[in-house]
């Protein structure tokens, strides 16, 4: 798949970071709440997810995605899946039909919120649940204020620990429970010497201009160099609900 800037892939080594920072939260996901459970993944994007799920034990799985690439690609590449091509406020899956929603990294592409997280509370059975995990605004965009357009042109908002809670429960879902995505030992000691690792990549622009030091040491992060904690001062808010 083509790379956009936005969406990541499995396999490219200066995309580690980022995978890595989406693959670990798929895996915690799916070692709670996966076994025998039928999942869905809500902007499944590549599709690397569903094979998670799938690999925890998932009963069944299918992926959403509006990009017809993509769902193309996702299909090949993961069989044992289903992959559809759908707006995620119209999912054309029936009421009451799913035990386990993820959807990672995508509430803060979404232009009616609340219609995204309505037409999940349809779809998923009573006690189902759903993980939304996005960027924890005041660490990855220091500075910008509720509602304030990101820099990010891929974001239509970002948001806080507050703001992603109460909407979770603005849309009926129970017993919302935040989590938070860290960086682990091995990435804080970099940005001890080095400052932020994110801001180290946009700084230094197009992968093919980074310094050395900082392509080789972005190509060996993996999934166990972060660890999911408290939401406090993360770098991914995690949501959890219940319906």
């Avoid at 009926?172 to 804080?188: A, C, E, N, P, Q």
Wanted: glycine residues 8%; contains cysteine.
């Amino acid at each position: 798949m083509e790379l956009t800037g936005e969406r990541t892939i499995p396999g490219v080594p200066t995309e580690s970071y980022w995978f890595a920072r989406h693959e670990v939260v798929y895996r915690w996901v799916a070692e709670r709440y996966a076994l025998e459970q039928i999942c869905g993944d809500i902007g499944s994007g590549e599709g690397f997810g569903t094979r998670l799920l799938l690999a925890a034990g998932a009963q069944s799985v299918f992926g959403i995605e509006l990009d017809q690439a993509a769902v193309s690609h996702s299909a090949t590449k993961y069989p044992n899946s289903i992959f559809l091509r759908a707006n995620v406020v119209e999912l054309p899956i029936f009421t009451q039909s799913t035990d386990l929603l993820t959807s990672l990294q995508v509430i803060e592409h979404i232009w009616d919120v609340a219609a995204y997280l309505k037409e999940m509370h349809r779809v998923l059975r009573l006690g189902g649940k759903l993980v939304v995990s996005t960027p924890n605004r005041p660490v990855f965009s220091p500075g910008l204020k509720r509602k304030s357009p990101p820099l990010n042109p891929f974001h239509v908002e970002e948001f806080d620990e507050e703001q992603v809670k109460l909407q979770l429960s603005e849309c009926d879902f129970k017993d919302v429970t935040m989590y938070g995505l860290h960086h682990g030992s091995r990435i804080t000691d970099w940005e001890n010497i080095n400052g932020p690792i994110v801001a180290a990549m946009i700084t230094a622009g197009a992968t093919n201009s980074w310094p050395s030091s900082l392509h080789e040491f972005v190509t060996t992060i993996t999934a166990n160099d972060f660890h999911i904690g408290e939401a406090t001062a993360a770098q991914d808010l995690i949501a959890v609900g219940s319906k």
